[in-house]
């Protein structure tokens, strides 16, 4: 069984910074890439960043020198450190992974940045 439970949000001001977590059950983390995505009111979900088991990273344009993601093989973890957040990172933030022919989301933590 596949749990991923994301934590950090709230609520910020423009040019601070957060760190979300999400951490992940079962036994499949430490093979896999992990990836955020968010979705903003009335938009469509959309990728953020991703880890691979090796550690490289990709990066959304939209955040590319902003944010970091990482990741924790021992606590089954990732995180993404985000800073000078912009009130359009406004979003929900999702944890998401594929393994096997399933994918994973997790319930979202709220990110809410005011101007």
Not at 3 to 21: I, K, N, W
Not at 81 to 92: C, G, H, I, R, Y
Request: charged share 15%.
């Amino acid at each position: 069984q596949v749990q991923l439970v994301e934590s950090g949000g709230g609520l910020v001001q423009a040019g601070g910074s957060l760190r979300l977590s999400c951490a992940a059950s079962g036994s499949f983390f430490s093979n896999n890439a992990m990836v955020w995505y968010r979705q903003a009111p009335g938009s469509e979900r959309e990728f953020v960043a991703s880890i691979t088991s090796g550690g490289s990273t990709m990066y959304a344009d939209s955040v590319k020198g902003r944010f970091i993601i990482s990741r924790d093989n021992a606590k089954n973890t990732i995180y993404l450190q985000m800073n000078s957040l912009k009130p359009e990172d406004t979003a929900v933030y999702y944890c998401y992974v594929r393994w096997g022919p399933s994918n994973y989301w997790g319930q979202g933590t709220q990110v809410t940045v005011s101007s």
